[in-house]
């Protein structure tokens, strides 16, 4: 483009944001968010109900701590504290910082619910509704007791056989228990140490939990002591739940909504992501398919299968380091001590059955040897938070290892996978420009930023078709030629001569049989756009966004406040969990792509013309399949058709003034010989 042109592309985009900017602060002024008076949750706990699928008891196998199916504890084993107890009978301890509150069941000392609340009271995040139409109004739980397992919740401990009783016995909460240097925590002592007969199990051991919440983080450090006050040593497998009931916070039957797993390695230390495991709706089925093979092979079978035979993890130097479930904007797993990188980790992976959004995951310590009169610990670390490398990057760095040479692993948990080279950095520049302008300003920058630096990809692509059009015009005729003089003859000698001519045809004025100057450009630039796609959906600040009319960026727009619930129906891929809404902008890239494809030139080749015809239906296609995606995603289109109209035009009138277009204002000049025979009419 010449000079004059690039400078009139560059106040277009400076009116556009001037534009957006007044609009956004006189026109649709930023309300403040809903106030909400105490912590959105009570102190009762789920009714006593049978669990629905209890978790079967791990094997041997991998260091797991194994159990079997036990009848109700005796006098005996009520003596040593196994008395279980309805989870309304419970007590609640809270812990609270200025990013959560968490509440602990002493049933099992276990982390009843999670809420983003912050120790005043006030909400952090708030839970985004189904229908896109309401405002958040409620504060997020994160984390929550599931009717479908009661039994079974965050931080319950995988020990040994007698699991089952002690995940539902009271604990008893240590008043005296030293206290750490960072955050709050809590200690609860089994057996406990009043009203029973005997303080210590059968084998004469103590166990002690210790839960610490680190300040102005997601993030929570637990310790599990073994005291061995017995007479003979003893050995444990010492694992722990991960995150069980949690709340999936983007659209309904998101396939974001998934089981993570990051294993590491003692020779390289470098830690792997498993970028392909399966949602939490396939993993029933992927576990029945691998019983299934258990089974044919003989093995034991369970309603949970190891972590490593689900990751089909063959090479014995690789172990678990964190295990957990993921949203499109959350994440909360349990991780291994990063002081002791070399110990052998495992876990197991429970689906929860009658429930397709949730699974139970397991982290499993090596096994200890606790000689008699000492103890022994395990550390463990658990994060439930954003899926955003900035507060998964501060929760690490809460408490870092002694070891400094290990890396940041968690935040490898909030990339965008293969495409994160690409996603990275535009969510950097996403975030700077958030932080000066605001959200929606700032996808409207990128868009420009982007397309701006593309543009002279996208100038060489149009230039070159425009040079191929104009060619093709000269060449079409000797191509009808040729295309006549073998017409009616199928024989594979004729084809291969009429290709034969067709080629030098071609090869004598320069032009390929693929515009692939064209096509080139455009090709290079789809990684670019797949990085972006992948930048709005894991850009956390966008979400709950406002900007101008729309309360959230991470929703369909629903400009017209009304809608109607679709459910699972055949019309379900226009909804946004289940519920159909008036969107405003899908519609505008609709027409914004009509107008694009009405200004494009007009092949003379009827092959073309069709081929033509036949991609302006395309887009608006593509319009419906993103009718119920967020707006974000559509301002981003939005922004990108007004730019590729305004730089098409722009680069028209720069190549006709080189000569590679005709001005279609000027008309040629016919010559007599080129007349066609009613002009020479008497």
């Given at each position: 483009m010449h000079r004059?042109?690039?400078i009139q592309m560059v106040v277009v985009i400076a009116v556009l944001v001037v534009a957006f900017f007044l609009a956004q602060k006189y026109l649709f002024p930023a309300s403040p968010p809903p106030v909400i008076d105490g912590n959105g949750s009570g102190n009762k706990l789920a009714s006593n109900e049978p669990p629905a699928n209890k978790p079967a008891p791990p094997t041997i196998e991998d260091n797991t701590p194994s159990t079997e199916v036990k009848p109700e504890p005796t006098s005996k084993d009520i003596q040593r504290g196994f008395k279980v107890i309805a989870p309304a009978d419970a007590n609640i301890h809270k812990l609270?910082?200025?990013?959560?509150?968490?509440?602990?069941?002493?049933?099992?000392?276990?982390?009843h619910r999670l809420t983003f609340i912050d120790a005043d009271g006030k909400p952090v995040y708030l839970h985004t509704p189904d229908n896109p139409v309401d405002a958040p109004e409620k504060p997020l739980e994160l984390l929550h007791p599931l009717e479908e397992v009661p039994d079974l919740l965050p931080m319950a401990l995988v020990l040994d056989k007698n699991d089952e009783w002690r995940n539902t016995s009271r604990w008893e909460v240590v008043e005296d228990a030293p206290q750490p240097e960072k955050g709050k925590s809590i200690t609860f002592r089994f057996p406990p140490s009043r009203g029973f007969e005997y303080s210590q199990e059968s084998d004469g051991t103590v166990i002690y939990k210790t839960i610490t919440l680190l300040p102005d983080t997601y993030r929570f450090d637990i310790k599990i002591r073994i005291e061995n006050k017995g007479s003979k040593g003893a050995e444990k497998v010492v694992g722990m739940w991960g995150p069980v009931g949690m709340t999936n916070d983007a659209a309904r039957n998101s396939a974001e909504h998934s089981r993570i797993a990051l294993y590491a390695s003692t020779d390289s230390k470098r830690y792997i992501q498993f970028e392909d495991s399966p949602t939490i709706r396939a993993l029933a089925s992927d576990v029945e398919d691998l019983n299934a093979d258990l089974e044919e092979e003989g093995e034991e079978v369970h309603d949970w299968v190891s972590a490593r035979k689900l990751d089909d993890v063959t090479d014995e130097d690789r172990f678990l380091v964190v295990h957990g479930t993921r949203t499109q904007w959350f994440i909360a797993f349990i991780a291994a001590d990063p002081d002791n990188r070399d110990q052998r980790w495992s876990g197991q992976v429970l689906p929860i059955k009658g429930n397709d959004q949730n699974a139970a995951t397991s982290l499993i310590a090596p096994k200890l040897t606790i000689p008699a009169?000492?103890?022994?610990?395990?550390?463990m670390r658990f994060y439930a938070g954003p899926r955003d490398k900035e507060r998964l990057s501060d929760a690490w760095l809460a408490n870092p290892p002694a070891d400094e040479a290990i890396k940041l692993q968690w935040t490898e948990l909030a990339t965008s996978g293969f495409w994160d080279v690409i996603a990275t950095p535009l969510i950097w520049i996403l975030r700077v420009l958030t932080g000066l302008v605001g959200p929606g300003l700032a996808i409207i920058l990128l868009t420009l930023i982007v397309r701006f630096g593309l543009s002279p990809l996208s100038y060489r692509g149009q230039k070159s078709m425009a040079t191929y059009t104009q060619k093709m015009k000269v060449v079409k005729p000797k191509l009808d030629a040729i295309k006549e003089k073998y017409e009616g003859k199928k024989g594979q000698d004729a084809q291969l001569k009429m290709l034969t001519e067709t080629r030098a045809a071609m090869k004598e004025h320069n032009v390929g049989m693929l515009p692939l100057g064209g096509c080139l450009p455009m090709l290079i630039q789809l990684p670019i756009f797949i990085g972006l796609y992948r930048a709005f959906g894991n850009?956390?600040?966008?979400?709950?966004a406002?900007?101008?009319?729309?309360?959230?960026l991470s929703l369909p727009d629903a400009t017209i406040p009304i809608s109607t619930y679709l459910g699972d129906s055949w019309l379900g891929f226009l909804a946004h969990s289940g519920w159909l809404t008036f969107n405003l902008l899908p519609m505008m890239w609709i027409l914004l792509s009509i107008v694009q494809f009405k200004l494009q030139p007009k092949p003379d080749d009827p092959q073309q013309a069709s081929m033509q015809k036949q991609m302006a239906f395309l887009f608006p296609l593509m319009g419906l399949m993103f009718y119920g995606y967020a707006s974000g995603f559509a301002f981003y289109f939005i922004i990108s058709s007004i730019y590729s109209i305004s730089e098409s035009k722009m680069v028209k009138r720069a190549l006709i003034k080189q000569g590679v277009m005709p001005d279609p204002k000027k008309k040629p000049k016919v010559a007599d010989d080129d007349k066609p025979e009613y002009h020479g009419a008497s």
């Open positions: 004059k042109d690039m609270a910082n200025e990013r959560l509150t968490a509440e602990f069941s002493d049933r099992g000392a276990v982390l009169g000492e103890q022994a610990e395990v550390q850009a956390f600040f966008l979400r709950q406002d900007f101008l009319w729309i309360h959230d």
